[in-house]
């Protein structure tokens, strides 16, 4: 069935150009692109964006980290986006990341790991909605 799952090129992807690159690997992968903007984050943005993350101890260093640049938001679809997508990604910590995932190839550390995706339908439906209305999903 198919699927929408939404994705963020961080900061410090954006901040070394590889909006393209990672883009190609998104399209290549068979992930269709839906809408897509290029914002800078307020605090609150950030914060709101990660609550569920709040209590972590990572939470203040994340927010900072994803203000410090734009990035680039986007709702991708394809039949099993969600899973499709976090295998593109690869791990969370790049150092466990498998080759040819966007993660190996590109992320700094844990932290500035290039590259968000939604991890279940829960959390997709609440995060697409969180950057995007109905009328701009228009791919
Ligand atoms: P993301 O998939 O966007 O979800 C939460 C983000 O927190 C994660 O990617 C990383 O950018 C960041 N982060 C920083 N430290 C950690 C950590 N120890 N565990 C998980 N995520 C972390």
């Known amino acids: 069935m198919s699927q ?9 992807a954006v901040q070394r150009g590889l909006i ?13 692109i839906k809408a897509m903007k290029m914002i800078q984050l307020t605090k609150e943005q950030a914060e709101g964006f990660y609550a569920v993350h709040k209590e972590r101890p990572f939470f203040n260093d994340l927010v900072a980290y994803m203000i410090s640049g734009p990035v680039v ?7 099993g986006a ?3 997508y976090r295998k ?3 791990a ?11 993660r190996k190839r590109f992320a ?25 209305n109905q009328l701009e999903q228009v791919g």
């Open 108 to 132: 700094l550390n844990i932290e500035a790991n290039s590259v968000h995706g939604s991890d279940a339908p829960e959390t997709a439906a609440v995060e697409t909605s969180y950057f995007f």
């Open 82 to 84: 969600i899973e499709k």
């Open 4 to 12: 929408l799952t939404l994705s963020i090129i961080k900061p410090d």
């Open 73 to 79: 938001v986007s709702v991708l679809e394809a039949e």
């Open 20 to 32: 393209g690159d990672i883009l190609k690997m998104i399209s290549d992968a068979g992930l269709k």
């Open 88 to 90: 593109l990604m690869g």
């Open 92 to 102: 969370t910590n790049p150092e466990q990341a498998e080759e040819g995932t966007i």
